[in-house]
């Protein structure tokens, strides 16, 4: 484990949506619905759809990991390397060279030492902590004010319900492997038929 010390920033924003998001907390079947937490606006409990902060994580370890792949022109991976990347590793009964290995990188790796992984029987931690974001919406807008007060000023004034903008999804599960047809890469180890991606 690196002896460096993590740093907390706190940091928040504004952003909007271009296409619709779905952020699933519980699927029946291919039926998938939006995860909500209750929170504490104005005097009110409100339960309101959220995104957590592992799903925005697990979006920068993918835009990190492709980055790589792409400007080191790598076209074929090991399964291990490839799980690391994109997924954040597992926890196996590591060797001492797999300990070794990861430990080198945690240390050569920016994006493997900012957001963590796991590898032999070791797990990195994460130098990136990250909240929920929660959506602006008209039961929203008192839980906002009350925890950002450096946006008061900027936040817009919204009538939309939490309703209007989640509803039951049917979707289908894409798995990690998909993302190695986005940089032609062949993932070694992996199922027949989606590690030839062209």
Same mark, same amino acid.
């Given at each position: 484990?690196?002896?460096?010390?993590?740093?907390?920033?706190?940091?928040?924003?504004?952003?909007?949506?271009?296409?619709?998001?779905?952020?699933?907390?519980?699927?029946?079947?291919?039926?998938?619905?939006?995860?909500?937490?209750?929170?504490?606006?104005?005097?009110?409990?409100?339960?309101?759809?959220?995104?957590?902060?592992?799903?925005?994580?697990?979006?920068?370890?993918?835009?990190?990991?492709?980055?790589?792949?792409?400007?080191?022109?790598?076209?074929?991976?090991?399964?291990?390397?490839?799980? /690391?990347?994109?997924?954040?590793?597992?926890?196996?009964?590591?060797?001492?060279?797999?300990?070794?290995?990861?430990?080198?990188?945690?240390?050569?790796?920016?994006?493997?030492?900012?957001?963590?992984?796991?590898?032999?029987?070791?797990?990195?931690?994460?130098?990136?902590?990250?909240?929920?974001?929660?959506?602006?919406?008209?039961?929203?807008?008192?839980?906002?004010?009350?925890?950002?007060?450096?946006? #008061?000023?900027?936040?817009?004034? /919204?009538?939309?319900?939490?309703? #209007?903008? /989640?509803?039951?999804?049917?979707?289908?599960?894409?798995?990690? &492997? &998909?993302?190695?047809?986005?940089?032609?890469? /062949?993932?070694?180890?992996?199922?027949?038929?989606?590690?030839?991606?062209?």
């Amino acid at each position: 484990m690196s002896t460096k010390g993590r740093y907390l920033v706190s940091a928040c924003g504004i952003g909007e949506n271009l296409a619709p998001l779905v952020h699933s907390e519980e699927q029946l079947g291919n039926k998938i619905f939006f995860r909500r937490l209750s929170l504490k606006s104005g005097d009110q409990v409100v339960t309101a759809p959220v995104i957590s902060g592992n799903s925005f994580r697990g979006a920068w370890r993918d835009l990190a990991a492709l980055h790589l792949v792409e400007a080191l022109g790598i076209r074929h991976l090991s399964q291990l390397a490839f799980v /690391t990347l994109f997924s954040g590793g597992t926890l196996t009964s590591g060797s001492a060279e797999a300990n070794a290995l990861a430990q080198s990188l945690y240390s050569n790796f920016p994006s493997l030492s900012l957001l963590g992984f796991s590898m032999g029987s070791h797990m990195y931690a994460s130098r990136v902590g990250l909240d929920f974001a929660v959506p602006l919406t008209n039961e929203t807008m008192r839980y906002a004010n009350a925890a950002y007060p450096e946006l #008061q000023g900027s936040l817009p004034n /919204t009538t939309v319900t939490s309703g #209007q903008i /989640t509803a039951m999804t049917m979707m289908t599960r894409k798995q990690d &492997e &998909e993302k190695a047809a986005l940089v032609d890469l /062949t993932v070694e180890g992996a199922d027949e038929g989606a590690n030839q991606c062209h």
